[in-house]
């Protein structure tokens, strides 16, 4: 039965919710968002930054990639204490099937954290102990039991998941906690692995297992886990937490599996928006979210639909004309939350960037906009303050937007072997513009055959049709590496019609997505991994409507490379991204390579 929590009542003394981001572990494993181990290490010290209590970096036995990079993750940003309200670092979790092997290779990686912690997890469903690991009841509980224990030898806490918790025996599930428990589990987390269960029904689950679960004097920490395949996964999340669970595992933009995980920002602001109907809080600085969302999404290459709520692009837009007349009188007749509040800036500043602002200037703006590592860091300054008087040069000022974009561009990149030196192309169109034929001359510098000085530069031209195609064609005439695109999406920063609108000469920001069509030799997920997926076909079409190509991703071994571009031109701005993911690319093979 429920244990009901009303407004009205009387308040009670708030608890601690801990806020577990698994952005980095199952938010990745959306088809698309392989990140590299840079990557992680950013985002890692990003959500530090965040407030996150605790981070799920990675499935270290997967790869060695991924060991190395839940390393690092531990290594700097499981350091970090500095603008953290508890005075304390991030958790750094990594997750390990209940075998000794896993559990061993993670605690290696998370141990270089000065707070750390094995997440270990086993079937309890009967549908995936009969289907999945051909496992009885009892050898579940012997199994996660003695694992745990195991664990526990290797670390001091240990959090234990019972996979498709939510379409589990309850009974069954109060005996395998309570073994798990007795075996040294210090967390109890209770995964929606599926998306199945309704709020009742979920809240329900935690309320029945925390009563009838024997934990003796222990102080056991429950957790949600919940994905979003009917649209469920933060409500179900917040009915669990009413309940008593007092730990929610989330990814931002919802990233994860299929249809998503629990998003950490819906979570955070509805606690921040109806506190009265819950007897928690957190430590999320929620002014970093959107810096964070949109890290997330250019790391990831795997876009905000403008309509998701706290952090899609019309979250705080408002077009009705009522709606208008009502925000211009008091915002809050059609705001809940302000865009301040989760670190969207005010447009009536008056600080106005172009060519002639100096680096004070775009400093104090990036400080205003939630970047202020970077405005504090003269190299990473200094790349966009250039970038930005490039493209001042042809627009007279820089947006917010502008700005945003060219944070993404030149700082979300990997090492530069290929940069784009000049781009010529022509087009000729027949039939009243149906049949359209393009032709790219690219050159690209390689800086990998010498110094600045000495880099040469490369020349080739391509026929394709359209603009981008004949781009993309020349493009791999110079790299002459076999790959494939797997995804193109264009973005205009700022919309506009007329010939004195603003928005016609916005920056274009593209996200390009490859794949490398040799064979790959990371390493396999295991066929028990939560998630396994395999191969997908998709349609990749370019801004011309062109086919760019139908590829088939090659499923559970395939690495995603994903590269931004921006500029004022479209086709430049393609280019750019092109090749930034080719340079991805580059980079993480010669690591492998070099290992």
Not at 412 to 425: F, G, I, M, P
């Amino acid at each position: 039965m429920l244990r009901p929590f009303s407004s009205a009542a009387a308040q009670p003394e708030l608890e601690k919710l801990i806020i577990f981001d698994t952005t980095l572990r199952d938010g990745e494993q959306s088809p698309g968002a392989t990140l590299t181990g840079d990557e992680k290490v950013d985002i890692g010290k990003q959500l530090a930054r965040l407030g996150v209590d605790v981070c799920e970096a990675g499935f270290p036995i997967a790869s060695q990639g991924d060991f190395e990079a839940v390393t690092r993750v531990a290594q700097t940003a499981g350091q970090i204490v500095e603008g953290r309200p508890s005075g304390l670092p991030m958790r750094i979790a990594g997750l390990a099937r209940a075998n000794e092997k896993d559990l061993t290779r993670c605690a290696e990686a998370v141990s270089h954290a000065p707070l750390h912690r094995i997440h270990t997890f086993l079937a309890s469903s009967d549908i995936h102990l009969e289907h999945k690991l051909n496992m009885s009841r009892q050898e579940c509980l012997a199994q996660a039991s003695k694992m745990v224990a195991f664990a526990r030898t290797l670390v001091d806490d240990i959090e234990f998941s019972p996979e498709d918790a939510g379409r589990s025996d309850p009974d069954f599930l109060v005996e395998l906690c309570q073994a798990v428990i007795e075996a040294g589990a210090t967390t109890i987390n209770l995964p929606d692995t599926v998306g199945y269960t309704l709020p009742q029904e979920y809240g329900s689950l935690f309320a029945y297992l925390i009563a009838k679960t024997p934990v003796g004097d222990r102080n056991i920490v429950w957790s949600t886990h919940c994905h979003n395949d009917l649209g469920l996964a933060t409500a179900n999340s917040l009915a669990a937490v009413q309940q008593g669970a007092r730990q929610v595992e989330v990814t931002l933009n919802s990233l994860g599996e299929r249809a998503g995980n629990t998003s950490l920002e819906e979570v955070v602001m509805a606690l921040r928006t109806r506190p009265q109907h819950f007897p928690v809080f957190c430590d999320i600085d929620t002014r970093q979210i959107m810096r964070t969302s949109k890290m997330v999404s250019a790391y990831t290459g795997i876009s905000v639909q403008p309509n998701k709520a706290i952090v899609g692009a019309n979250a705080f837009a408002h077009e009705s004309g009522i709606h208008q007349h009502g925000m211009l009188k008091n915002a809050s007749t059609y705001e809940i939350m302000t865009p301040e509040s989760v670190g969207i800036e005010s447009e009536s500043h008056n600080l106005v960037l172009g060519k002639h602002s100096g680096k004070a200037a775009y400093r104090q703006r990036l400080i205003e906009l939630g970047y202020g590592d970077i405005a504090h860091d003269p190299e990473q300054l200094n790349r966009i303050v250039e970038g930005a008087k490039t493209v001042a040069d042809q627009k007279k000022t820089i947006s917010d937007a502008d700005l945003e974009a060219l944070v993404g561009d030149k700082l979300y990149s990997a090492v530069e072997t290929w940069e784009l030196q000049d781009l010529v192309v022509s087009s000729s169109s027949k039939d009243a513009g149906k049949q359209l034929t393009s032709t790219a001359t690219v050159t690209l510098v390689n800086h990998a055959a010498g110094g600045e000085a000495s880099a040469p530069e490369v020349m080739k031209a391509a026929i394709g049709i359209g603009p981008v195609d004949a781009t993309f064609k020349a493009i791999l005439q110079v790299i002459d590496m076999p790959i494939m695109l797997t995804k193109y999406q264009v973005t205009k920063i700022e919309g506009g019609s007329g010939p004195d609108s603003p928005g016609n000469d916005a920056l274009a920001s593209v996200v390009a997505q490859i794949q490398s069509i040799a064979p790959s030799d990371g390493a396999a997920m295991p066929a028990d991994f939560p998630g396994h997926h395999g191969a997908t076909v998709r349609e990749v079409r370019g801004p011309e409507g062109n086919e760019l190509g139908i590829v088939k991703t090659a499923g559970k071994n395939a690495i995603t490379y994903t590269g931004i571009g921006t500029s004022t031109d479209i086709i430049v701005a393609s280019a750019r991204a092109y090749v930034a993911a080719i340079n991805r690319m580059i980079d993480h093979e010669a690591q492998n390579v070099a290992k």
